[in-house]
């Protein structure tokens, strides 16, 4: 079966510290992923999303960026934190195909001070 | 362009009530639907979809959908609430006919309450 990972569950960093979030999955191959940012714990906001290693497209201009080394592996990036980067952020998965639905990860709750 | 639209906030049930949780939805040609639940401080739930065929989508945990076309509905029923349903529901669309990589737009979500 498969599963996905994010790490760490829980961050706080100053204003201007550099981020790294990590996503993984198992057990399934060449999925598309998602990077999703829920702030005030209602509306998603999508961030980021992948259909292939190396492949990269930024829905909303901002302060973060996002790679994919590898074909399960997604990373969310910041080289300076801002006090609005502060949210919940969730990855997620889905099949390559169009009526799939997506399957989310246990998100991470980023605090900026 | 795609959007969808869950009209309210919050909805409070009785526990063991029948419970609706709205969404409409807008695309310009035929619609992929999803629901999903969230607990607080988790990733979002998988709970059933419309592909096509049958209007009458069912789910995990004894939710279903009703697809309307003439409405632009997918609204989410079960017919006995439980406690344990306490969350937020999403709705999301999909435009079936767009070319190319099209993303999932989700709506603002509705809080589900049931009292005891």
């Known amino acids: 079966s498969q599963t996905i990972h994010q790490w760490p569950a829980t961050l706080v960093q100053p204003v201007g510290s550099p981020l790294s979030l990590e996503c993984t999955v198992e057990?399934?191959?060449?999925?598309?992923l998602y990077w999703y940012r829920q702030a005030a714990g209602r509306g998603l906001q999508l961030l980021f999303y992948?259909?292939?290693?190396?492949?990269i497209s930024s829905e909303v201009p901002q302060n973060l960026s996002a790679s994919r080394p590898q074909d399960r592996q997604f990373i969310l990036s910041s080289k300076k934190l801002l006090l609005s980067d502060s949210g919940f952020y969730l990855c997620?998965?889905?099949?390559?195909?169009?009526?799939?639905?997506?399957?989310f990860g246990p998100g991470t709750r980023l605090t900026v001070l | 362009a795609q959007s969808v639209a869950q009209p309210e906030d919050q909805v409070n049930v009785a526990e063991g009530n029948p419970l609706t949780v709205k969404c409409t939805y807008s695309?310009?040609?035929?619609?992929?639907l999803f629901w999903y639940v969230q607990y607080p401080n988790r990733g979002l739930q998988f709970l059933l979809k419309?592909?096509?065929?049958?209007?009458l989508v069912k789910g995990s945990y004894g939710f279903e959908a009703e697809f309307n076309k003439s409405q632009t509905s997918f609204h989410l029923k079960k017919p006995s609430a439980l406690v344990s349903d306490s969350a937020l529901y999403f709705c999301?669309?999909?435009?079936?006919?767009?070319?190319?990589?099209?993303?999932?737009?989700f709506g603002t979500g509705t809080k589900l309450q049931v009292i005891p």
């Open positions: 997620a998965w889905s099949p390559g195909l169009a009526g799939n639905e997506q399957f």
């Open positions: 057990g399934t191959s060449n999925p598309n």
């Open positions: 992948s259909v292939g290693i190396g492949q």
């Open positions: 695309v310009s040609g035929n619609p992929y």
């Open positions: 419309y592909i096509t065929g049958d209007n």
């Open positions: 999301a669309v999909r435009d079936r006919n767009s070319g190319g990589y099209q993303k999932v737009t």
